[in-house]
């Protein structure tokens, strides 16, 4: 069974349709690079695979789950980093990690450390980038879903994701292939 898969997923805004009809397979272990005509595409694709946005029409699963029926089982198995750099409130790399670790019910002591392995991989990425790398993966998802990801942190995020399955959204055939994924182009 695919890990991650569209269904003639669509989704039209206002009446317009924003995404076309996506349909695509994603196995356990495999990275997929899906590259869109624009930003606006690109973000919608990443947050439906999220569980963020149900589509229009079609369906999108991650393994048995549809986001519309069981969102809680399907958001456990995803890690999502969006694409805008996120502003750090937090007075530390401790407390944004205690906050993540609350939102994943996991154990604070255990979790900074994973926090710091993880981190050690991001050498040389932004804090601003690097935190919503590391509390998407915290949660040890099955599927990392990445929205417009930085390229020229491509090496690092690859790093640090390990051998779990990656969906990554981008707006340029040339960011897609930085990052070393199968290419899908609409």
């Not at 924003?18 to 919608?44: F, K, M, N, Q």
């Not at 390990?162 to 182009?185: E, K, M």
Request: glycine residues 6%.
């Amino acid at each position: 069974m695919a890990l991650l898969q569209f269904r003639e997923a669509s989704f039209v805004q206002r009446g317009v349709p924003a995404i076309p009809p996506v349909t695509l397979e994603l196995d356990e272990g495999e990275s997929l690079a899906y590259a869109c005509a624009g930003e606006r595409c690109a973000a919608i694709v990443a947050m439906m695979a999220a569980g963020l946005v149900k589509p229009s029409s079609g369906a999108v699963y991650v393994g048995a789950f549809d986001p519309c029926i069981q969102p809680v089982q399907f958001k456990r198995m995803v890690g999502f980093v969006p694409h805008e750099a996120v502003l750090n409130d937090f007075p530390s790399f401790a407390r944004y990690v205690e906050y993540r670790a609350a939102l994943w019910g996991l154990p604070h002591a255990q979790t900074i450390v994973r926090a710091r392995a993880l981190l050690s991989h991001l050498d040389g990425v932004h804090e601003a980038f690097a935190y919503p790398l590391v509390g998407a993966l915290l949660g040890d998802p099955k599927l990392l879903v990445l929205d417009r990801p930085q390229a020229a942190y491509a090496p690092q995020i690859l790093q640090a994701a390990g051998n779990r399955a990656i969906f990554s959204t981008h707006v340029s055939q040339r960011d897609a292939d930085r990052f070393s994924l199968t290419p899908v182009r609409v």
